[in-house]
């Protein structure tokens, strides 16, 4: 066995489950977590030692995302607009953007989601960040 793969036998028992690819949405929302985390650690590093672990991260949910949730189009105030009537909401039911009338601007078009908003909209929805960019 070469060095390299004898390293990586005996720490792989310590990441498997890590880097196993999500087969359920509890698995995905995992990854997902995990994710987040390595990003917070990492930002925009690309030389940071962990850039290649959040990439790789990044590859297994996309294929997740790709066979498993269905893409909503659209601009955000539009995805937000369909997701609100889905889940038969009102303005005043998203405190996590703001107030109604932060709501009404997004919705009109007239002021753009900030990053905490798509954040929060996401884990309200269930959908990937991705759908409010």
Not at 27 to 32: A, D
């Amino acid at each position: 066995m070469s060095t390299k793969l004898d390293e990586v036998s005996r720490i792989w028992p310590l990441i498997d489950n890590i880097l196993t690819p999500p087969h359920n949405e509890e698995q995905y929302e995992q990854l997902v977590a995990f994710l987040d985390e390595v990003t917070d650690i990492v930002g925009e590093d690309e030389s940071h030692s962990l850039s290649s672990l959040m990439e790789t991260l990044g590859t297994l949910i996309e294929a997740y995302e790709i066979q498993n949730i269905s893409e909503i189009k659209g601009s955000p105030n539009h995805v937000l607009q369909l997701l609100m009537g889905e889940h038969n909401l009102k303005q005043s039911d998203l405190p996590e953007v703001g107030s109604q009338g932060v709501v009404s601007e997004i919705l009109s078009g007239k002021r753009k989601l900030n990053i905490r908003q798509m954040k929060a909209l996401s884990e309200r929805f269930g959908v990937s960040p991705a759908v409010f960019m």
